[in-house]
């Protein structure tokens, strides 16, 4: 056997599995960008010792931005509409129609991006007046009134977030899956 011609089929091995090896370690690397700058949407709850006031806040408490492609507020199924605020108040107007509140909220509009650690209060109610609703009949609200924010990263990976009493974040098929099973 010629020299020459082992040198060169050598040659070829040598190169072929170091473009293997570079395209594996490549898609690793992105894989891990992915990983690295995923968002993580998340809720708290706050109530008051009085029971007068309760407050819900929104998190990222990912370790990448959010970029929202969907906003909506729902009660009983049936998706609020309006402009800004007109759905949040729509919704707070039938979930607690016999009582007097004041209330702050937030709007949150298509391609808003939330930075990772971001924390915004989603709604602050505070009763006034002579009657209070009890802590049973705010969790009742709440199990009827549902806020469903779609967002994505960076990288186009899809993912929701359903706020009700019993739901929680959930990516959406397609490349979340993929690395969440990493």
């Not at 091995?13 to 690397?29: D, F, K, P, R």
Request: glycine fraction near 8%; charge should be negative; aromatic fraction near 10%.
């Amino acid at each position: 056997m010629d020299w020459q011609l082992v040198t060169g089929i050598s040659s070829i091995v040598i190169a072929c599995s170091a473009l293997g090896i570079s395209i594996w370690q490549a898609t690793l690397s992105r894989t891990h960008n992915k990983i690295s700058c995923r968002p993580h949407l998340t809720t708290w709850e706050h109530g008051g010792t009085t029971e007068i006031d309760f407050a819900v806040d929104l998190m990222n408490n990912g370790i990448g931005p959010a970029v929202f492609t969907s906003f909506k507020i729902m009660v009983d199924g049936y998706a609020q509409s309006g402009e800004g605020v007109e759905p949040m108040e729509k919704a707070l107007n039938i979930l607690f129609r016999n009582y007097n509140y004041k209330f702050y909220t937030a709007h949150f509009g298509p391609s808003y991006s939330m930075a990772s650690k971001e924390n915004q209060r989603l709604i602050a109610i505070k009763f006034h007046g002579e009657s209070f609703p009890s802590k049973n009949e705010i969790d009742h609200a709440m199990k009827r009134a549902k806020v469903e924010i779609l967002y994505k990263s960076f990288y186009d990976e899809e993912f929701e977030l359903i706020v009700t009493k019993d739901k929680s974040n959930n990516p959406l098929k397609g490349d979340g899956d993929k690395a969440a099973a990493l």
